[in-house]
């Protein structure tokens, strides 16, 4: 009789064993992913599969009850024991008798995918850097003398092929009781150095030690820090926290800071004991309120801008308030979180994404990784929207970057009513064509103004003001409703007919909720519509900047990323001229996109390696730099009025065509004059 | 007219080159030892040759004036401020324009030889794993944005061909004032770190920067801890400082530290704690009175045996005072000095040689480095001796180490008047063998004491006892005047006819210096020559083990290693039977072998990989477990008679045929239950 063919689904993966091969050898001859910690020793169960029995003609072969060996007694203690699901074996005991079918269970594939919220982007295929591997080790012999040491290496490349194994000093401080307590037997956490070439055992514990392990991806915003902690295993996000960034007290935003830098003596270096300080006890409070312990978040996945990039490093971050805009270090970095005086396990090792140029940072790098425009037929626009919008464009063939000084407007500041996105902040705006009335929905309540439970729904909040998304969405249904025209001015009760126009000086005000006393009315006003103007005209502006360079008239699809990107309605956007024209429908969010960047360069490592030449590869354009740049932000200064370069929007949108100024001139020259884009 | 021939001297390495070409770049082609830390700019002068004019036919050559280019402009300039001694050329300016033989002085040479006092060994090859490198950075280009640390990347690779670099913490923190102050130069201090196979950029300076940068070579010993300051360039020792172990606090010798650490809550830990701090405040001290700023001492080479090996590293030596003696870590180790708390600069890299066994360390290795055993053709026995003695035998063959534990009384514990090598000590005794009058020599003074100058000479010491040498050669010159038999037995005066053999309760005692008042009597018991004996019996029992287990009946040469051996007589030691028998020419002393061992891997690192390679390859002989070995020791009790064991020693001497007892089988007895070698 021949030997027994195997296939192994879902990767239908096949071959030909001798007979009596454990499923797991044979997974492993194949290459077929089935994971194992206890290296097929019955411990660990991690190589559970479910055996198919029946007729697969498909495969050409007939799959049996009698393919397989019957339950050893290591299978049998673990079915007492802790118990097997029904149809399960223990890949490692299993033996193959003759042709089979087997199924591996998503559960058990070490590289198994961890689907994403955002369901459009690819999911995260786990290949975590350190990864668990338990052996039995020599005992000493007095007749042979080595070290515990070199002992266990022995057993990592006997037991598991790995070699080149570097002994962390923590881990050869603690291998003597270890290894005693364990009876010469230990779970190794190793992390594959990819810099070096070298194995990094980092944690030891006694016997088996099933995890979980941590790693967690940091997103340091100049506004705030986020930390996900995820288990290794699965790749799940376990827990997140947040904390305001603690360098908010020598700066509101990032040019303050640099100022700082610049003016203070030892300046950068409290910014960076600061943000270091920071990190460090957010990733306390997290551990904490995960009730796990803090050596056991083995990795550390760090994204910022580059003045965050550069303070958490404890580099002076000058040099990228003026030009050149030179960086210290752009590239990737690998270090031990210690270093940089964050404590969690003596070895935890730290990775930075690489920065992209003097002013798109790990944070634009993890918003590639985790929106791979780079795998795109078709032109996708990337945009990044903070107090710096990060913008980039590309598709298979290329991709380019910059970033635009749109300041703080999209945040809400500088605008009369603006505020932070927080409850009793106005987000979402509707005016009616034509009766002008107003509704609108604030943060904390999911009813629209005219809901009868509306009033009720925010009674505790109350109307506070007008968040970013909020503004964008109020200014451009003004301008559907007729209220603004092309060049951004506010008509009057006489040119709109509608009395909540009211005069504002020398110019009209628009009020999108009239308090009871009067005091708390939340209105629009000309300066409010300017600076977003200005804004959205440096966003645009980058956008075309790249568009040009690239030598492409339209896009096919835009991302928004950021948590600002996740709330703005790509219909508004569109009118108020924000972003190029697009089919609606492939206008999408990314959500946190460099948190999930990070989230990704944690839990793949290969994904490091292809970000490192992904960015080597970027064509950088310094806007302010760019002679056309200049021209690009006066053009885009006024809300488009569906003309010829907004073929997309005209066809779903006819805007009003109103003029409430006939001085059009001298206001463009004024908006000129505004234009202050020297960061 | 064909192409230069050009003939490199002392190295004569010949070859054509490009008529034009400089030497530098010739020497490069050539692959002779030509040095440059500015990689050819005219700036560090470490590139001197002088050309040799004539008929040199023996190379088939003439070489004229007319065959190199004249002076040119840096040349000129060079000569000028800083002046070229006579028909010294710098050779990264002058050009091969015909045949020419070039002589490369010493001081040009990269590899430059370093010659050491002990003239007998090997010269060390100047090869440090830290060398500077003179560069020329790109400035940043708004166009191309790139970082500081990765154009300091491109420029090392483009001018030096230096690949796979890592920039370390501190110097990504300084590149970028530093580029600029230099205005765009910079000096690199890098460091090969053969386990990375990594180029790690240590420490930057601006501009051109020539040095000096340091080394220092430390060997912890069990009582005192020495520490060598080396220019990494020269190789020569700048300083040496030494300082009592901290650790003597906690126990006398190892195995009290040992019991501390087992005794202890936090035994080790606090151990550790004391050996760091002194190793940092020795540091600190020796780099204050060399005058040179801590920060330049970029390495560091620590020996010791294998407890404190431990300890350094913070790991519990408990293990290894118990059998089976097992090592956490017995492979060298490198890291940073910080690891271990040892402030010097930021990023100082730490090399630990590799021990044997668990009682043969790492200054056992530093002790084969710089004896290299390995290399003879004839058999070498090298003895460490100390509190253990560690023994190596071996040739080109094969290696033997063991470890005998001879016990303290070497060095003058546990003898009667005993008491460490310090003025006072009476270090050389000669016993005339006629009228059995004693003199001797004590530390401090250069004449014997019957010379008429003695007693001014050592009136401030005073004679305060008997050290480790002088015991030996007090008890040797006793069994050669027959004052003592085979057996250990002191005779009396009936026997011997010596006033100064005086009774000692049941045995007799010998006075080797009456004081005045006779209070202060250095005398010899009959309790120290047991005490001698069992010392040397457990070294000769040692020697002789690796001598069965190789299978040799002889040793063609023995080299005593250690403070201790540079002391020893080493015909007193043979007369003794401390030693096998061997010509008294062949036996050298190899002075402080662990540390000039440890200053060879710090200036040469090429013999870490060999050490690294051979320590693998030595036969370890673990004395506790050897069967033969208590034999040995019995059969090595008594002092020799120049029998057949000896025929060297009877060549040049006759003992006297004495025996002050008959009961020399109970004699034996009582030596044998004495003998507790449990350590």
């Known amino acids: 009789m021949s030997e027994p063919t195997v296939i192994f689904l879902p990767s239908g993966k096949r071959g030909i064993v001798n007979k009596g091969t454990t499923v797991l050898d044979a997974a492993r ?35 049996e009850s009698s393919s397989l060996s019957h339950f050893n007694k290591v299978e049998m203690r673990y079915q007492e024991k802790r118990g097997l699901k029904t149809g399960r074996r223990l890949g490692c005991q299993v033996r193959i008798l003759s042709d089979i079918v087997i199924d591996v269970p998503e559960e058990s594939q070490l590289h198994r995918q961890v689907v994403r919220k955002e369901a459009e982007f690819h999911k995260i295929i786990m290949s975590p850097a350190i990864q668990l591997y338990y052996v039995e080790v020599q005992e000493p012999d007095i007749k042979i003398p080595s070290g515990d040491c070199e002992r266990l290496q022995e057993a990592l490349e006997a037991q598991w092929k790995i070699k080149n194994i570097h002994i962390c000093l923590s881990v050869m401080q603690s291998i003597q009781n270890k290894l005693r307590d364990g009876n010469w037997t230990l779970t190794c956490a190793i992390f594959r150095n990819s810099q070096t070439k070298s194995n990094e055992v980092v944690e030891i514990w006694s016997g088996y030690f099933d995890g979980p392990i941590y790693g967690v991806a940091v997103d340091i915003g100049s506004t705030t820090l986020a930390a996900h902690l995820c288990d290794l295993k699965t790749g799940e996000v376990t827990n997140s926290e947040g904390m305001m960034n603690p360098q908010i007290k020598y700066g509101e935003d990032l040019m303050s800071r640099v100022s700082y830098a610049m003016m203070n003596e030892r300046g950068a270096a409290k910014m960076s004991v600061a943000i270091r300080e920071g990190i460090d006890n957010l990733l306390s409070s997290l551990c904490k309120s995960s009730k796990i312990p803090k050596d056991t978040v083995l ?19 000058t040099e990228l308030g003026q030009a050149p805009f030179a960086l210290s270090i752009a590239d990737s970095i690998s270090m031990k979180a210690s270093d940089l005086d964050i404590n969690l396990n003596n070895n935890t090792q730290l990775y930075i994404l690489p920065c992209i140029a003097g002013h798109v940072g790990a944070d634009a790098a ?46 809400g500041a500088q605008i009369s ?10 987000e979402n705006v509707r005016i009616d064509p034509q009766s002008k009335i107003v509704i609108f929905k604030v943060i904390g309540s ?30 451009a249904e003004m301008r559907l409703a007729g209220i603004v025209d092309e060049s951004g001015l506010i008509g009057s009760y006489e040119q709109t007919g509608s009395n ?110 292809k970000i490192e030449l992904l960015v080597k590869n970027i064509t950088k354009i310094e806007t302010a730099m760019a002679e056309d740049f200049q021209g690009h932000f006066i053009a885009a200064s006024n809300i488009p009025n569906s003309s010829e370069d907004f073929p997309e929007l005209k066809k779903i949108i006819s805007l009003p065509n109103v003029n409430f100024n006939h001085r059009t001139s001298k206001r463009t020259k004024r908006v000129q004059k505004n234009s202050s884009l020297d960061i």
Chains 1, 2 share one sequence.
């Not at 994971?35 to 072969?61: A, H, N, T, Y």
């Not at 009513?417 to 009793?424: D, E, F, I, M, S």
């Open 446 to 475: 999911e009813l629209w103004s005219n809901d009868k439970n509306f009033w009720p729904s925010v009674e505790q909040s109350g109307i506070t003001g007008i968040c970013g998304s909020g503004i964008i969405e109020a200014i």
């Open 29 to 63: 001859q194949l290459s077929v992913d089935l994971d194992s910690v206890c290296g097929g020793r019955g411990i660990c169960s991690k190589c559970q599969i479910s055996p198919s029995f029946g007729d697969f003609s498909k495969f050409g072969i007939k799959s």
């Open 500 to 609: 909540l126009c009211v005069s504002d000086g020398r110019t009209q005000a628009f009020i999108l909720h009239k308090s009871k006393d009067g005091t708390k009315d939340i209105i629009v006003n000309n300066a409010d519509i300017r600076a977003i103007q200005l804004a959205k005209a440096a966003l645009f502006a980058g956008a075309k900047l790249l568009m040009d360079e690239m030598g492409v008239g339209r896009v096919d699809k835009i991302i928004l990323a950021g948590a600002f990107g996740a709330h703005i309605s790509p219909k508004h956007a569109m009118v108020l001229g924000m972003i190029p024209d697009c089919k609606l429908e492939n206008v999408v969010s990314a959500g946190n996109a460099a948190g999930t960047g990070a989230r990704i360069a944690l839990l793949n490592k290969e994904s490091r390696n």
């Open 366 to 411: 993890a918003v590639v990784l985790s929106t791979s425009p780079e795998e795109s037929l078709g032109t996708v626009l990337v945009i990044d929207v903070g107090t710096n919008a990060e913008i980039l464009l590309g598709n298979k063939k290329g991709l380019l970057a910059c970033s635009s000084p749109t300041g703080p407007a999209f945040e």
């Open 299 to 317: 990795e550390l996945v760090i994204v910022g801008n580059p003045i965050m990039h550069h303070l958490i490093l404890g580099i002076d971050p």
């Open 417 to 426: 009513c603006g505020q932070r996105a927080a409850p009793g902040a106005i």
